[in-house]
């Protein structure tokens, strides 16, 4: 029996890695940089409506089923920003250490003080899977926890490093990736999504 092929819409690495980790093993997982496909301009307004627009995206560009997130942290004190900006804070380069600092400035804007509280945060995540036009299934998946006040651990990527999901002590940056991986938002949404795959 031939394996269902599924491309994995993202020119992220490490969210390309947690996906195909996530994926059931009978399906041949295909990134877009085998295509050499840039990603399109996610100019929706919600993680829900770019998310849809990237696996559309990449699925009409390669004629395959493609699932594509779209996910970042949401700090309530920020009005839940950087929100869907999650990425454009860390500059065309995707440096998040400029992003973890961006974060740490704004904080410091709204409440000087923020280091000795309790910040509220979350990071979510919408996946959608889609052929051609067509929109399979979109969910979202959601972990709540707290912002540390300094950078924490090399492991994960993106806003890791500053998260500590709740009732635990260590950020997703500390964490092993499997630990990661069987909480975060990604992993809710993925139980969401596995039974249309």
């Not at 004629?63 to 999650?86: F, Q, R, T, V």
Request: hydrophobic share 35%; glycine share 6%; with cysteine.
């Amino acid at each position: 029996m031939k394996k269902k092929k599924i491309l994995i819409g993202t020119n992220n690495k490490g969210k390309l890695k947690e996906i195909k980790d996530l994926l059931p093993k009978r399906l041949v997982s295909i990134s877009t940089s085998k295509f050499n496909l840039k990603s399109p301009a996610e100019n929706g307004q919600s993680f829900k409506e770019n998310s849809i627009i990237k696996s559309r995206y990449f699925s009409k560009k390669t004629n395959l089923i493609c699932i594509a997130d779209d996910s970042g942290l949401e700090i309530d004190l920020l009005k839940k920003k950087p929100g869907i900006y999650s990425a454009r804070w860390a500059g065309k380069n995707q440096n998040f250490n400029k992003a973890i600092k961006r974060v740490f400035k704004e904080l410091s804007k709204k409440d000087k003080n923020w280091k000795i509280k309790r910040i509220r945060a979350r990071f979510v995540c919408a996946l959608s899977l889609s052929h051609l036009n067509k929109v399979i299934a979109c969910v979202s998946g959601k972990v709540e926890g707290t912002i540390t006040d300094k950078p924490k651990g090399k492991n994960g990527f993106g806003y890791d490093p500053i998260f500590i999901p709740l009732k635990k002590k260590k950020t997703f940056g500390e964490m092993k990736y499997y630990q990661k991986y069987k909480m975060d938002h990604r992993y809710q949404a993925f139980k969401k999504i596995k039974k249309f795959l």
